[in-house]
């Protein structure tokens, strides 16, 4: 007879779409949610499961400590029992920071630093002073950022062209920003006269400012008369504005227009470290801390195993469980010193799963949202037996995935559905792996369909020599007018083929990336597609109101809760506590604004039609053809009031492409499209990707999912590795063709067959 386990009771869950549904989880097993995409899986696993425990975790704190802490408020719920501390390793993009490392993030750096600053030669100071954040650390050159960027003249400025004509190039610094109007109006330089043909003096004093030890003024006229403003040269004021600080901290645009006039190079300083050239002479058995950071962690462990200094040995011994652990889940390719936000998403998840994993506490629940996203069929293997360590250390492991191989190791499955949006929330399928087959929606004898008349093209896009981060001087021809897909292991070189290399040869592309979109509670479905304007030009039409009284950010606002549809009395000490606005009754709307109709149907009513009914309820033909575009996608059980911050990961992936669809004869490049999305959704997205490219487009992806690989025209498969074992091309062909080939992609492509 099998043992009763111990039972996670979660009764009347009703978060987000969830319709009042009751789940027993047993405790010390692994239990898998699937089903489509908004089914509803997040709503049990993270904002029910994992808020409460939360929850409950901080209530064994004292109140000031409290008040502190994070604050969560208790989930639509009946009942919930039985829970244990949870862990969550979760999808959201990691260290934005620009100076954010792997070693920074795995806090393995710290340790580093303190054993270079204990048995380093010459012995520098503390361990602080090894940071190229300190004032001592810092390379006196870059300020610690590791790289130099310098303006270049010739994009900066155009000589043939005179100031008035828009002769700088930099937008901020041109006539159309006050600088530049300042330029032309202050009386120093003609603004009509060609740069080229400017006096010698005139031009150095224009491009490079004063003489040493003088000072120009220049007057500026403001709307209380003219203004003094010293000019001190357009590279010197380029320089002092927008490269001597953090680009990453101005606005998206200006970092891009930053970029795009000037050269970026290491510094020659510190070699692109960012550290004092006198913390660098500081050595550990011939190695400096620079050279340190930059080994692939294969290399590091053994380099921190041949301490012999007792002080020395006592804290790398508190490191090496950590860069173990990363090497354990295949990433022993990367370095500490490689900075988060260049990681592939695959890596990223690792890397979060490896720092939660050096606890040695039991009894804990791991909730892991999609943990195969990313990695290889050969990868998951290795993430497969880190779930049964996890299990096997009496802890409970609740998985949200689509992978068939994931979903095969679960001793219990959880599927959610029957659709998405309004149309899941509930349990399709609870037991063991075996019984899924009577479930209609998750196939675990799922077999490939390899690609049997793949299309031929005469003609491609071509990348020479490309040498982007670990690539090998890779040259390739990629066909036009097909679907490409490029695979290979994580870390391989397939985004710096295709997001580097390709990007910087073929700059007019359609890139949709895996990052988040709008996380405003007031940015929704409509405002996203850009019909929201229309919608209130329709409604103002027909009533002669002015169309602000139609947004709850503007006019027609609930004055109650300011169009947010809740409202958060102050409750203390306690926990937080959102209520339905009494006023609106949640439509975030005035009364005025409600009572105005077009068509039978108020503003609030209106942003409650699906994508599906909004083609039927509306006639103006740019509304209709967006909503097409999210049909089209899959998207069309969503409203068109719904957040864009509540939708799923896989939902944004699609949606963002909904948003490009109306180009045709472009080039659209897809960082793994089948991320977040259940095999159903797979199938609806290749229907896509074949229409786009009937259309005259050219389909690129990079992917790991088998379905999208064997429908594909072509494959490009990097490897062998990742990092230094990486880059170069194994396989170029069609997907028969791959079935007797020799690679790691190709073996689970004919296991899949």
């Given at each position: 007879m099998k043992e009763v386990k111990d039972e996670i009771v979660l009764r009347g869950l009703r978060e987000n779409n969830l319709k009042h549904i009751d789940l027993n989880l047993r405790k010390e097993e692994i239990t898998v949610f699937t089903g489509l995409s908004g089914s509803g899986k997040s709503s049990v696993a993270f904002d029910t499961l994992a808020t409460e425990s939360r929850r409950q975790m901080t209530l064994n704190y004292p109140l000031y400590v409290r008040n502190q802490m994070p604050r969560y408020e208790r989930p639509g719920a009946d009942l919930m029992q039985h829970l244990s501390p949870v862990i969550v390793v979760e999808q959201k993009p990691v260290g934005g920071n620009s100076r954010s490392t792997v070693g920074t993030y795995m806090d393995i750096h710290p340790l580093i630093r303190l054993l270079f600053s204990r048995i380093g030669t010459p012995a520098i100071g503390s361990a602080t002073d090894f940071s190229s954040q300190s004032s001592f650390g810092k390379c006196p050159e870059c300020n610690g950022f590791g790289e130099v960027v310098y303006p270049d003249l010739h994009k900066i400025i155009d000589l043939d062209q005179s100031l008035r004509e828009y002769a700088v190039k930099f937008k901020p610094l041109s006539p159309s920003g006050w600088q530049g109007r300042w330029m032309m109006t202050g009386g120093l330089f003609d603004p009509d006269l060609p740069i080229k043909e400017y006096p010698q003096d005139q031009y150095n004093l224009l491009i490079y400012g004063p003489p040493d030890g003088e000072r120009v003024f220049a007057p500026f006229h403001t709307k209380d008369g003219p203004h003094d403003h010293e000019w001190d040269g357009l590279l010197?004021?380029?320089?002092?504005?927008?490269?001597?600080?953090?680009?990453?901290?101005?606005?998206?645009?200006?970092?891009?227009?930053?970029?795009?006039?000037?050269?970026?190079?290491?510094?020659?300083?510190?070699?692109?470290?960012?550290?004092?050239?006198?913390?660098?002479?500081?050595?550990?058995?011939?190695?400096?801390?620079?050279?340190?950071?930059?080994?692939e962690l294969t290399e590091l462990l053994p380099e921190m195993k041949n301490i012999r200094d007792p002080l020395g040995k006592s804290i790398a011994q508190q490191a090496i469980p950590n860069v173990q652990q990363l090497i354990e889940l295949g990433l022993g390719?990367?370095?500490?010193?490689?900075?988060?936000?260049?990681?592939?998403?695959?890596?990223?998840?690792?890397v979060k799963i490896a720092r939660h994993l050096g606890s040695s506490l039991n009894n804990i629940t791991y909730i892991f949202d999609e943990p195969s996203a990313g990695l290889h069929p050969e990868e998951v293997d290795m993430l497969i037996q880190m779930l049964r360590s996890l299990k096997a250390n009496h802890n409970t492991v609740i998985v949200i995935e689509h992978d068939l191989s994931v979903i095969k190791v679960a001793d219990e499955i959880?599927?959610?559905?029957?659709?998405?949006?309004?149309?899941?929330?509930?349990?399709?399928?609870?037991?063991?792996?075996?019984?899924?087959?009577?479930?209609?929606?998750?196939?675990?004898?799922?077999?490939?369909?390899?690609?049997?008349?793949?299309?031929?093209?005469?003609?491609?896009f071509t990348i020479t020599r490309a040498n982007n981060n670990n690539l090998k001087d890779v040259s390739i021809d990629i066909p036009k007018n097909v679907f490409v897909t490029v695979c290979g292991v994580s870390g391989s070189g397939k985004s710096s083929l295709l997001f580097d290399a390709f990007s910087a040869k073929y700059p007019d592309l359609?890139?949709?990336?895996?990052?988040?979109?709008?996380?405003?509670?007031?940015?929704?479905?409509?405002?996203?597609?850009?019909?929201?304007?229309?919608?209130?030009?329709?409604?103002?039409?027909?009533?002669?109101?002015?169309?602000?009284?139609?947004?709850?950010?503007?006019?027609?606002?609930?004055?109650?809760?300011?169009?947010?549809?809740?409202?958060?009395?102050?409750?203390?000490?306690?926990?937080?506590?959102?209520?339905?606005?009494?006023?609106?009754?949640?439509?975030?709307?005035?009364?005025?604004?409600?009572?105005y109709m077009y068509q039978g149907k108020n503003i609030a009513d209106i942003l409650e039609l699906t994508v599906d009914e909004s083609k039927k309820y509306f006639v103006m033909p740019k509304i209709v053809k967006r909503m097409d575009m999210l049909a089209e996608v899959?998207?069309?059980?969503?409203?068109?009031?719904?957040?864009?911050?509540?939708?799923?990961?896989?939902?944004?992936?699609?949606?963002?492409?909904?948003?490009?669809?109306?180009?045709?004869?472009?080039?659209?490049?897809?960082?793994?499209?089948?991320?977040?999305?259940?095999?159903?959704?797979?199938?609806?997205?290749?229907?896509?990707?074949?229409?786009?490219?009937?259309?005259?487009?050219?389909?690129?992806?990079?992917?790991?999912?088998?379905?999208?690989?064997?429908?594909?025209?072509?494959?490009?498969?990097?490897?062998?590795?990742?990092?230094k074992r990486g880059g170069t091309i194994l396989f170029e062909g069609t997907p028969q063709e791959m079935l007797s080939a020799d690679t790691l992609t190709a073996k689970w492509l004919k296991d899949g067959v």
């Open positions: 010197p004021r380029f320089v002092r504005l927008y490269i001597n600080r953090d680009i990453t901290k101005l606005k998206q645009t200006s970092q891009e227009d930053v970029l795009a006039v000037s050269t970026h190079t290491l510094c020659p300083t510190c070699d692109g470290s960012g550290l004092n050239p006198e913390v660098l002479k500081c050595k550990i058995n011939g190695l400096n801390i620079a050279e340190y950071d930059k080994l390719y990367l370095s500490l010193s490689r900075k988060m936000g260049t990681l592939s998403g695959g890596e990223a998840q690792r959880v599927e959610m559905g029957p659709g998405a949006g309004a149309a899941g929330g509930e349990i399709v399928y609870q037991g063991e792996p075996d019984g899924l087959s009577a479930s209609a929606l998750t196939k675990l004898d799922h077999k490939l369909k390899i690609n049997q008349h793949p299309r031929r093209s005469n003609d491609y359609i890139k949709v990336s895996q990052g988040r979109i709008g996380i405003s509670s007031r940015s929704t479905l409509a405002t996203y597609m850009g019909i929201m304007d229309d919608i209130r030009q329709i409604l103002a039409k027909e009533t002669g109101q002015p169309a602000g009284l139609f947004s709850f950010n503007s006019l027609g606002a609930c004055p109650v809760c300011d169009g947010k549809g809740v409202t958060t009395p102050d409750v203390a000490f306690a926990d937080p506590v959102t209520v339905v606005c009494e006023s609106c009754d949640g439509l975030r709307y005035s009364d005025e604004a409600l009572s899959g998207l069309d059980y969503l409203t068109l009031g719904q957040t864009t911050s509540s939708l799923s990961g896989g939902e944004i992936q699609r949606l963002k492409l909904a948003s490009h669809l109306q180009n045709e004869g472009q080039i659209y490049l897809l960082d793994e499209p089948s991320l977040g999305l259940h095999m159903s959704d797979n199938s609806k997205l290749l229907e896509l990707f074949q229409k786009l490219v009937n259309k005259g487009n050219s389909v690129l992806i990079i992917e790991h999912n088998l379905d999208f690989i064997a429908a594909s025209d072509w494959i490009i498969e990097l490897g062998p590795g990742g990092g």
